[in-house]
């Protein structure tokens, strides 16, 4: 009888199921030993200026300072890449150069600042872009979204777990009585949506 043919698929999923569980093991472990937490976001202060939409054109100065905490207390974290990118309504402003930041490693309980900014002008603007900005005036505040892209990797002795997690902060504008095209956003400092 062919009995030597069974047993090789269900060895083979044993021995699955069986790795399948020492992973899920092994992640239960890492949890309840480490409490590893997600990094939190702040925006702490925003301030746009030469926010003007002239002819096909939109020119703009944004300063962020934004800072990154390493909340947990026994995972270093790596920052293997970090980059920010602000948008307007969809319309992404540059150069990003000023907003790719060196890669660095984060001890635990720790804070690191970082200065993001976008100056310039952009062209070629859709409708859209248009009308949101008379809209955003008319409504007397602008809205912009910054987004920062990280490659990260936490370290536990020699157990190193990477991360792609998607950081979103909105931020809003309003015009100053005065019409003055220097602004601060408000509220600060917000926290920003971390999502691994
Ligand atoms: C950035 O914000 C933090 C927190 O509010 C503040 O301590 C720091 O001085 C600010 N950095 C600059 C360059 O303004
Ligand atoms: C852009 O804004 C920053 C600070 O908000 C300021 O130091 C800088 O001079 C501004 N650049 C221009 C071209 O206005
Ligand atoms: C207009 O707004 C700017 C920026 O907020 C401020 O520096 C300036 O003092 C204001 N001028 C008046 C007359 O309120």
Redesign the pocket.
Known sequence: MPSSDPPRPRGCCSRCCSSLFTLGFLILIYWLIFQPHQIRVYMNSA?L??FALSDAMLTY?L?LNISLRNPNRKIGIYYDRLSAAAFYNGLQLGPAESSFFEPFFQHTKNTRMVYPVF?GSQGDLSKDVKDAFNKDKNDGAYNLDVKLNAKLRHKVWFIKLSFKPKIDCWLRFPLTANGSASMAAQPVPRKCRVKY
């Open positions: 301030t200026s030469n100065n300063s100056e």
